[in-house]
C-alpha cells in the first residue's frame, strides 16, 4: 500500500509562505491523483488541491490564487506552495496518493498561520 511522507509544515506570520512536500513510499503502482486535505478539530477534512497525471490542479475556492499544487512524477512526489498564508488556514494538512489499487494518507502535518 501507498504510505505518503509529508514535511514542510510550521508557524507563519499572516502574509507568509510556507512549502509543503510529500513523497509516496512504500508499495507503488500506478499513481494517478494527489492532493491534499486540512482537517481543524471538531470539523470535517475538506479538499485544498489535486492534481492530475497529466498536470491539471484543482483547488477549493478558500486558496484559489494563494495556493499552488505541483508535482513530480519521477519523483513521485507532490508539492503545495502557499502564500499569503491566514490565520483561516491553519490546520492539520494531509497528503492524499492514489496509487491503484488504494488510496494512502500521510501522517499529517500541522500549518500555523498567527502573529
Known amino acids: 500500500q501507498v504510505r505518503p511522507v509529508e514535511s514542510g509544515g510550521g508557524l507563519v506570520q499572516p502574509g507568509g509562505s510556507l512549502r509543503l512536500s510529500c513523497a509516496a513510499s512504500g508499495t507503488i503502482f500506478e499513481i494517478s491523483d494527489m492532493g491534499w486535505y486540512r482537517q481543524v478539530p471538531g470539523n470535517v477534512r475538506e479538499m485544498v488541491a489535486s492534481i492530475t497525471t497529466g498536470g491539471n490542479p484543482n483547488y477549493a475556492d478558500s486558496v484559489k490564487g494563494r495556493f499552488t499544487n505541483s508535482r513530480a512524477n519521477a519523483k513521485n512526489s507532490v508539492y503545495l506552495q502557499m502564500n499569503n498564508l491566514k490565520p483561516e488556514d491553519t490546520a492539520v494538512y494531509y497528503c492524499?496518493?492514489?496509487?491503484?489499487?488504494?488510496?494512502?494518507w500521510g501522517q499529517g502535518t500541522q500549518v500555523t498561520v498567527s502573529s
Open positions: 492524499n496518493i492514489a496509487s491503484f489499487p488504494t488510496t494512502g
